[in-house]
């Protein structure tokens, strides 16, 4: 496995990860996607066999040990995993995000020099607080604030969804940076799941992304003010977690929608073969939705690209420009769409076949999968932003 | 000297601006305390409230600000946003 992240390797070095990443979707991941579904339960095999093959270290720089992946061929490797379990996949997707989120901006500190080495050494899984019980979803405003003493901080949350936070090693959070700060003067704190405790709010009894396991907690925690993130969190939101989540996000939920074609694919092959000479009418229906697979694909890579070359330029002000953030929601909003569309022109295709839980040709997993989309981060919400937005910039 | 291209904006340009900030900026502090030279982020201005502040100040001004000016410096503060009129309203 080693030869597969080995140092000085190129791009074929990341084509045979990729298979690699196929071969783990389809031996582990996939095997166990209806029962981690069915039973709402954390994808255990699934993350486990991710952080053998030393995937959760893969977007951090090679100086740190880990495979110093970029943007693009992470969201490529969610895209892979997507195709397996939407559940995996999102969590392997979150969890890139909290590593960009230190990566980008946090290499400064001694701390967190020494946290992506043990991340890498240890596998580390990172989960996020964001959301807070009474802001109503907006993730610039807290109304919770670390409290820093003598070296140590205390912070207490109450987050409607930590995803798979009772499963991860490390949840970074939200909250406003002194008691006296204002709800917009955030920062974001590095918290150790072995030194806080977490009551329950609420449970994830929900349609789709069951294995994602995303229950609300009251999250009591301490540690070291080390911890907290140099950076203010109104600038990892804007160069990091607003792009960064939607390109791996998209990517995956594309993953979601090839697998759907791939069914229908396999549906209409077994239908000509009944008829060899004559092309089946549903061949047509797959000609439609193979050409919007195509669209949503390139939707996501085009934005994961430009937004590498971001990154490349090294000049934070580039984010400030309204363009690429109208950009990254207008991707988010389309990719959300298109997963639901593709998804549903599958099922047309495979008809009864698609429609049962208990035949190979099942599309309803992806199909309850993929409505969860437009309502992570509300597509309403978005598109309100980019209304706002576009009242100021002048150019498409 | 910290005056862009030797534009120098009026005082009484400060104050009308002032007027637009507080009705429009949704800041957390009351901004007849701002200096010129305060920094309106640390004061609670947010990205969406600039769309807001630059309607208001295209329409008091009768000026159009261009995308390569909307940028976090623009705004940063009483004076830069008085500088940015200036330039435009030449």
């Known amino acids: 496995m080693s030869s597969l992240h080995a140092p000085g390797v190129g791009l074929p070095a990341f084509e045979r990860l990729l298979q690699r990443a196929h071969i783990l979707g389809r031996e582990v991941l996939g095997a166990c996607a209806a029962e981690v579904d069915r039973d709402a339960r954390f994808p255990r095999a699934s993350i486990e066999a991710l952080r053998q093959a030393r995937l959760l270290s893969a977007y951090v720089p090679r100086e740190f040990g880990g495979m110093g992946l970029n943007v693009l061929e992470v969201a490529r490797l969610c895209e892979a995993l997507g195709q397996y379990c939407g559940s995996s996949a999102m969590i392997y997707a979150m969890h890139q995000i909290q590593v960009a989120c230190v990566v980008h901006h946090a290499q400064g500190s001694a701390f967190f020099r020494d946290y992506l080495r043990r991340l890498v050494e240890e596998q580390r899984l990172m989960a996020s607080a964001t959301t807070e019980v009474g802001v109503g979803g907006d993730l610039r405003t807290s109304l919770c604030a670390v409290e820093v003493n003598g070296g140590e901080f205390r912070l207490v949350k109450k987050a409607p969804v930590i995803s798979y936070g009772e499963t991860a090693d490390d949840i970074l959070v939200t909250c406003r940076k002194s008691p006296d700060a204002p709800a917009g003067e955030q920062v974001q704190v590095l918290v150790r799941r072995e030194d806080c405790t977490m009551e329950p709010l609420s449970g994830w009894d929900t349609l789709g992304f069951r294995g994602t396991c995303s229950s609300g907690f009251t999250l009591t925690a301490w540690g070291k003010a080390e911890q907290i993130l140099p950076a203010p969190f109104a600038d990892i939101l804007a160069q990091t977690m607003h792009p960064y989540s939607h390109a791996v996000w998209s990517a995956l939920w594309c993953g979601i929608a090839t697998d759907a074609v791939n069914r229908a694919r396999a549906f209409v092959r077994a239908e000509a073969r009944k008829s060899p000479g004559e092309t089946p009418p549903a061949a047509l229906r797959l000609a439609e939705v193979d050409g919007v697979l195509q669209e949503m694909r390139h939707s996501w890579a085009g934005h994961a690209r430009e937004y590498h070359e971001l990154l490349a330029e090294s000049r934070p002000e580039a984010f400030d420009n309204f363009g690429f953030a109208v950009r990254t929601n207008n991707l988010k909003v389309s990719s959300s769409r298109m997963v639901v569309d593709v998804v549903g022109r599958a099922l047309l295709i495979c008809g009864i076949a698609g429609y049962r839980n208990d035949s190979k040709f099942s599309l309803c997993r992806h199909l309850r999968d993929a409505y969860g989309a437009a309502l992570m981060v509300n597509n309403d919400r978005i598109l309100k932003l980019n209304a706002t937005m576009l009242l100021a910039h002048k150019e498409g | ?90």
């Open chain 2, 1 to 90: 000297m910290s005056i862009a291209q030797g534009v120098q904006p009026e005082g009484r340009d400060i104050a009308a601006i002032r007027d637009l900030l507080a009705q429009y900026g949704h800041l957390q502090v009351d901004v007849r305390t701002l200096s010129p030279n305060g920094d309106l982020y640390l004061a609670g201005l947010t990205s969406l409230a600039t769309v807001n502040i630059m309607l208001a100040l295209e329409s008091h001004f009768e000026i159009e600000f261009p995308n390569s000016m909307l940028s976090r410096r623009t705004f940063a503060t009483l004076r830069s946003i008085a500088e940015a009129v200036a330039e435009l309203a030449r």
